[in-house]
């Protein structure tokens, strides 16, 4: 199980700076419709694993950082296929002060690896496949929740997802605006 989470964890990076790669614009990338631009930038960056594609993102600098002191790296460079809910910058920087820290800290290796690996599922779910109410099953163990809403806006959990559907070599990444916190995490 704990290669599979390492597995999955590591595809979490590549998602997520592959999702920020996709679009300069934050305008331009809200929603869970790719625009001209982004669906170019999505197929160009489809040949480049997901921790590839997180790591020419800016907006995603944190969640690499994360990926990468849990030793995630390698895991999330994989076959797959995943789907990484990628949370941006500014998600990390909403936690309670001091809690990324915390985290980023040998000590806190084991509940940052939980944390990263409850944002990745193994296996590749794109924003239509995706239904109001579903339960996703991530690496971590704990399931996550799909709303979707009247005008298209898709949530998992309680965060929102920006920026749908950026392919990956080895699955598919949703950047979104808050970090999922396992409900054993408390």
Known sequence: MRSS???VFAALPVLALGVAACGDDDDESAGTTAAPAETQATEAAAGEDIVALASGNEDLSTLVEAVTAADLVETL???GPFTVFAPTNEAFEALPDGTLDTLL???G????TDILTYHVVPSEAMAADL???QKLTTVQGE???VGVAEDGTVTINDAEVTTADVDASNGVVHVIDGVLTPPDAG
Do not use: F, M
């Open 105 to 107: 800290a040998p000590e």
């Open 143 to 145: 399931e996550l929740t």
């Open 131 to 133: 239904t109001d109410g």
């Open 109 to 112: 290796k084991d509940q940052l």
């Open 5 to 7: 989470r390492l597995a």
């Open 77 to 79: 460079q994989g076959d």
